[in-house]
């Protein structure tokens, strides 16, 4: 064969890849028809941080590219048939009487006397839902309010479209079909999505079970994200994935840390009873789990000031802590600070002190608020993603699995470590969340020690989010298991000396 006709034979072979839509149209596409990050990936078979990458700038090839490609050009072919049957001229309709006008099934909405900003969006909306302002029209939700100049430029867009609904109704004094928000998901709609990964895992891996192990750790960020989707569905609010956040949520420094103190404990009592005391270290059961039930912001965080604090909105808070005289039996709510004067707190720091400096407790003075970063918030916005793990947890124990229990503790450890600043996870970016959530884990620890007190035992150390060490009987005020309301020993150990060795 010749030169030319090895390079004709190569011309002959060479297939042009298939042309994709460009970048900044792809996520609106998908959006647009109301199908999350995750269905899209289960369908091309990739992961939803796959998909994530493409709609940033990145091109997948071979095979996948002409499904994503023909999602792609599928959708916009869609999308045009819609809005071309939109224009054409509607029949006249017929009269409709007075009741047809007002809304159905909207038993938690109210109509605002004055606009005020949407959770999800910023804008102006009209009602509330549950007594969070938001727009029940997704369509209505504008552009979230333009950020500072510090407002950074990767591309990450300011939220998500709410899910569709089951039934439309329509909105007051409005022509407009609009969706009832609150529908809720029964437990049978969301398939078992642990059992069927790790069933197709330990296939893959001929059952291997630390093979399978591995691998399931290794996915279980984007799996997490799945999961979370799947929850979500039918949920009372959507949420702002990737909002602008003020900079006392940003690091300071490329290996830096933000302002934001979580208030961990690292506290060991100073001073023991005279003799030789049996202390047992107990162990928190799945306590980042746990924290999972916790007040979070729903959308974009909003400036205030002043010494005030709204419980249905979170966020973070620049306080002037209290003086905490109680350090000789329990640690301090705040956690270690070598530092004195005002400093950025968590919600859960915040409503700590708060507890603590009312009339139940009387433990110390209220804290003192001086401005804020808060939104809209929720306790129960991880609820059902939380109980699935639960579950999925209780099982797995129950059944010795350990390749199960291992694959569940990676994906909401690594949930909650990852949706900050971090490149392992773009489906979510959520500082706040995080300090949020690991601010819980700490005050869910402080509470136990607390309770452990008031029952008569010896708080002897708090570590972190699962580690408390006691003096006494301590199955008479905690149950031992491996439960989340339950409490492990993992050691037991010996301190003080006796009059003898003294002398």
């Not at 997948?60 to 001229?89: I, W």
């Not at 916790?294 to 205030?304: A, I, K």
Request: charged share 25%; proline share 8%.
């Amino acid at each position: 064969m010749t030169d030319f006709e090895a390079i004709d034979a190569l011309l002959a072979r060479a297939k042009q890849e298939t042309p994709l839509p460009p970048v900044e149209e792809r996520r609106p596409l998908r959006e647009a028809l109301n199908v999350s990050r995750a269905q899209l990936a289960q369908a091309l078979g990739v992961a939803a941080s796959t998909v994530g990458g493409w709609e940033s700038g990145r091109d997948p090839s071979g095979e996948v590219r002409e499904k994503y490609a023909y999602f792609l050009n599928g959708a916009r072919t869609k999308l045009d048939t819609a809005a071309t049957a939109d224009t054409e001229p509607a029949a006249e309709p017929a009269e409709e009487s007075a009741e047809a006008d007002e809304p159905t099934d909207l038993d938690d909405v109210d109509e605002l006397a004055d606009p005020q900003p949407c959770v999800l969006c910023g804008q102006p909306a009209h009602h509330q839902v549950e007594g969070f302002p938001q727009h029940l029209d997704p369509a209505d939700c504008g552009p979230a309010p333009t950020a500072p100049a510090t407002e950074p430029t990767d591309g990450r867009s300011e939220a998500r479209r709410p899910a569709a609904a089951d039934r439309p109704v329509r909105q007051a004094g409005r022509g407009v079909k609009v969706v009832p928000v609150g529908r809720r998901m029964q437990s049978a709609d969301t398939p078992d999505l642990i059992t069927s990964a790790v069933t197709a895992v330990l296939t893959e891996h001929a059952g291997d079970a630390e093979a399978a192990t591995a691998a399931l750790v290794k996915r279980a960020i984007p799996d997490a994200m799945q999961l979370l989707d799947h929850t979500r569905r039918g949920g009372r609010y959507d949420v702002v994935a990737h909002p602008w956040l003020p900079d006392v949520l940003r690091k300071q420094t490329a290996r830096g840390a933000d302002q934001v103190w979580e208030g961990r404990p690292k506290w060991t009592r100073p001073e023991l009873p005279a003799g030789v005391h049996e202390v047992t270290a107990l162990d928190v059961n799945g306590s980042y789990l746990s924290a999972l039930k916790t007040h979070l912001p729903l959308g974009q965080l909003e400036h205030s000031t002043g010494d005030h604090h709204d419980r249905r909105r979170a966020g973070i808070h620049l306080i002037t802590p209290p003086t905490w005289d109680h350090d000789q039996v329990l640690p301090t709510p705040i956690g270690n600070r070598d530092e004195a004067g005002p400093l950025w707190v968590t919600e859960p720091t915040l409503r700590l002190l708060q507890r603590l400096s009312g009339p139940k407790y009387a433990l110390c003075e209220p804290p003192v608020i001086h401005e804020s970063w808060t939104s809209g918030a929720t306790e129960g916005l991880l609820e059902k993603f939380r109980i699935t793990l639960k579950d999925a947890r209780d099982k797995a124990i129950a059944d010795g699995d350990d390749v199960t229990l291992e694959y569940v503790k990676a994906m909401y450890s690594k949930f909650v470590s990852t949706m900050g600043e971090s490149n392992y996870n773009r489906e979510l970016y959520r500082t706040d969340w995080m300090h949020l959530i690991r601010s819980q884990a700490f005050a869910n620890l402080w509470w136990k020690a607390h309770r452990a007190y008031e029952e008569g035992l010896m708080v002897v150390r708090a570590m972190g989010t699962d580690e408390l060490h006691v003096i006494g009987e301590w199955r008479a005020v905690f149950t031992e298991g491996r439960g989340l309301t339950e409490m492990e020993p993992k050691d037991i150990y010996m301190v003080g000396t006796t009059t003898e060795e003294k002398t």
